[in-house]
Nanobody, 123 residues
Framework: QVQLVESGGGSVQAGDSLRLSCAAS????????MGWFRQAPGKEREFVAA????????YYGDSVKDRFTISRDSAKNTVNLQMNSLKPEDTAAYYC????????????????WGQGTQVTVSS
C-alpha cells in the first residue's frame, strides 16, 4: 500500500532553517503531485507547497513564498521541503501528501497523507 513517511522536524529558533523529507512508497512517484500542508492547533490545514508531476512546476502558499523550497528526487522517491528564515508562526505539524491533481491548495484534492512531523519555532 502507499506509504508517505516524513522526517526532519524539530525545535529551532526564529531565523533558523530546517529540511523536511518525505519518503514515498507503493505508488508511481513520477505520476503524482507531491505536496506539503501544515496544521497548527485549533487551525485548519494550510497549503504550504506542491511540486507537480507535470514538468515539476512548483507552487507555494503566500506565507512561505521566498522562504521555503520544495523539490523532488525521483531516483529516491522523496520530496523535500527546505525551510529558511523560520518564524514562530511556522510552528505546526507538517504533512506530506500525494495526489493526481496537477496542483491544488485544497487538501481534499490529495489522495495520500503521511503521519506528520512537528516543527516548533521559538522566538
Amino acid at each position: 500500500q502507499v506509504q508517505l513517511v516524513e522526517s526532519g522536524g524539530g525545535s529551532v529558533q526564529a531565523g533558523d532553517s530546517l529540511r523536511l523529507s518525505c519518503a514515498a512508497s507503493g505508488l508511481t512517484f513520477s505520476s503524482y503531485t507531491m505536496g506539503w500542508f501544515r496544521q497548527a492547533p485549533g487551525k485548519e490545514r494550510e497549503f504550504v507547497a506542491a511540486i507537480s508531476w507535470i514538468l515539476g512546476r512548483t507552487y507555494y502558499g503566500d506565507s512561505v513564498k521566498d522562504r521555503f523550497t520544495i523539490s523532488r528526487d525521483s531516483a529516491k522517491n522523496t520530496v523535500n521541503l527546505q525551510m529558511n528564515s523560520l518564524k514562530p508562526e511556522d510552528t505546526a505539524a507538517y504533512y506530506c501528501t500525494a495526489g493526481r491533481t496537477v496542483w491544488s491548495t485544497n487538501p481534499n484534492e490529495y489522495m495520500y497523507w503521511g503521519q506528520g512531523t512537528q516543527v516548533t519555532v521559538s522566538s
